[in-house]
């Protein structure tokens, strides 16, 4: 496994952490994401959009108590990127790849 490996699209710190936090759950209300997270509401829709563009999650939105929300879902393609990346994050982190430096 080398670096050719890694997923531009994940990389960013933020969504990095995002993919990470949808791992291991079905869905993710967008307000709870956000303060794990620790970014405003405008950063973390700039993520989710290439995420959903890329096709690594989906958006799904319902009224609760008259009020607008977003639940955040990790799709297959997205989860198993993240893997890939995080398997070659790992190959690096040991030494398995050569350095390009």
Same mark, same amino acid.
């Given at each position: 496994?080398?670096?050719?490996?890694?997923?531009?699209?994940?990389?960013?710190?933020?969504?990095?952490?995002?993919?990470?936090?949808?791992?291991?759950?079905?869905?993710?209300?967008?307000?709870?994401?956000?303060?794990?997270?620790?970014?405003?509401?405008?950063?973390?829709?700039?993520?989710?959009?290439?995420?959903?563009?890329?096709e690594y999650i989906e958006l799904r939105?319902? *009224?609760?108590? *008259?009020?607008?929300? *977003?639940?955040?879902?990790?799709?297959?393609?997205?989860?198993?990127?993240?893997?890939?990346?995080?398997?070659?994050?790992?190959?690096l982190a040991s030494g398995?790849?050569?350095? *390009?430096?």
């Open positions: 496994m080398g670096a050719e490996r890694l997923d531009l699209l994940i990389h960013p710190p933020v969504r990095l952490q995002l993919m990470a936090l949808l791992a291991d759950v079905s869905e993710m209300e967008f307000g709870t994401a956000r303060d794990i997270l620790g970014v405003s509401d405008s950063v973390l829709s700039k993520h989710l959009a290439q995420l959903s563009d890329g939105k319902a *009224t609760v108590n *008259t009020r607008q929300r *977003t639940w955040i879902v990790g799709t297959a393609a997205g989860r198993k990127a993240f893997k890939g990346h995080v398997a070659a994050l790992q190959a398995r790849v050569p350095s *390009t430096a």
